[in-house]
């Protein structure tokens, strides 16, 4: 697609069109498993975004800052999860986003903060909506399904501190997922997370504690699971954009990432075969995630202006403002010529989270007889 001209780089691109595909593509799946979608809104906090994505069908959203629930709940989205365990230190925070009338869902992944949680709402007359992290691959927090503290954490919320906490279910992330590429794998991943985590939801119901909602997700997951019995919500964020990590573990194709920052050539290193650009890693981040995959793409993969790979161009070394792009093609090849100075590339990150956290608006690639647009993102905690 061609790139209107007049823009300064480095650029956040986005690609609507594919975005819609991917929207659309998530939901229709969530919707033949039968469970409710929650997205996640950190890959793109981007009010524009969100709205698309409830407009086919999300029914909620989950974030991970209460910056994220503020911005959220002030452009009418008004049932929120935040899907990071609560720290004592935000519940004041936590406390007011809930008093104005709209449902924010916290976590907690401990008796410790269970009681905090149940003292803090009855401290204040308030009665905050609880699930408790469920640790299904251990792979980052949360309690496993069979440990004792399961209860204990339903406990404390039940009673540390009168009504001030109420338990509305279990949640779970299969972060593990993201070292996986065969779909035989994934799916065994996708059954092992669902299966924990209604275990724990059942553990919990069978000693007298309501366990409304079963949330699980990622992106991998959501994409090879065959069952989703026993949950009622799956999340998942990065699905929204794809990323070159999404498309080396299988879930996606190149084709089909709609992210990308647009850089300019600022300079030649011929002797030492390299290309140097506008964009370094403050523009395209310091993520590496494609490191352990099958294919390692440094900083990003090095495309044309128009999207097209240009695979002899490995983006081997980033500083702060500067992209040094590697040729690793013919030696012949006159660099200046081939990539004149003022000439545009474009970069396909590796994590579109991480990448957009380095910018505060998408440029949107129009549609034919459309004008460029520039979508406002925010960032922060």
Not at 130 to 157: K, M, N, Q
Request: a negative charge; one cysteine or more.
């Amino acid at each position: 697609m061609p790139i209107p001209s007049g823009l300064e780089t480095p650029a956040l691109l986005l690609d609507e069109a594919r975005m819609q595909r991917n929207i659309a593509r998530m939901q229709a799946r969530m919707d033949a498993l039968g469970v409710r979608f929650r997205p996640h809104v950190k890959t793109s906090k981007c009010p524009e975004v969100v709205r698309r994505q409830l407009a086919v069908g999300a029914r909620g959203i989950t974030v991970s800052t209460l910056k994220e629930a503020e911005r959220f709940f002030a452009e009418g989205v008004d049932d929120i999860l935040y899907a990071v365990a609560i720290a004592p230190g935000k519940l004041d925070h936590a406390l007011r986003l809930a008093q104005r009338g709209r449902k924010l869902t916290l976590l907690v992944e401990s008796v410790a903060a269970a009681e905090a949680l149940s003292r803090h709402g009855a401290a204040h007359g308030h009665c905050h909506e609880a699930l408790i992290e469920v640790d299904t691959d251990g792979h980052r927090s949360g309690v496993r399904a069979d440990d004792p503290l399961l209860l204990g954490i339903a406990d404390a919320l039940r009673s540390e501190g009168g009504s001030g906490a109420r338990l509305a279910g279990v949640m779970t992330h299969a972060g593990s997922s993201y070292a996986l590429s065969r779909p035989e794998a994934l799916a065994a991943m996708a059954e092992q997370e669902r299966s924990r985590c209604v275990a724990a939801a059942e553990r919990l119901r069978a000693a007298g504690y309501p366990c409304e909602t079963v949330s699980v997700g990622s992106t991998p997951t959501a994409l090879s699971a065959r069952s989703l019995e026993g949950v009622t919500e799956v999340r998942a964020g990065v699905y929204v954009f794809f990323d070159l990590v999404m498309a080396g573990i299988g879930v996606c194709t190149p084709d089909e990432i709609a992210l990308s920052v647009l850089c300019t050539v600022i300079g030649h290193r011929s002797d030492a075969g390299w290309i140097v650009t506008d964009a370094g890693w403050m523009a395209v981040s310091r993520d590496r995630g494609t490191q352990k995959q099958a294919h390692d793409f440094g900083y990003g993969a090095v495309c044309d202006a128009e999207g097209n790979r240009i695979a002899e161009l490995a983006f081997a070394d980033a500083n702060q403002e500067h992209g040094v792009l590697h040729w690793t093609g013919d030696p012949a090849i006159d660099l200046a010529q081939r990539f004149p100075l003022g000439s545009q590339l474009r970069i396909v990150p590796n994590h579109a989270c991480a990448t957009g956290a380095q910018h505060d608006s998408y440029a949107v690639l129009p549609a034919v007889g459309e004008g460029l647009r520039h979508w406002p993102r925010f960032n922060g905690w």
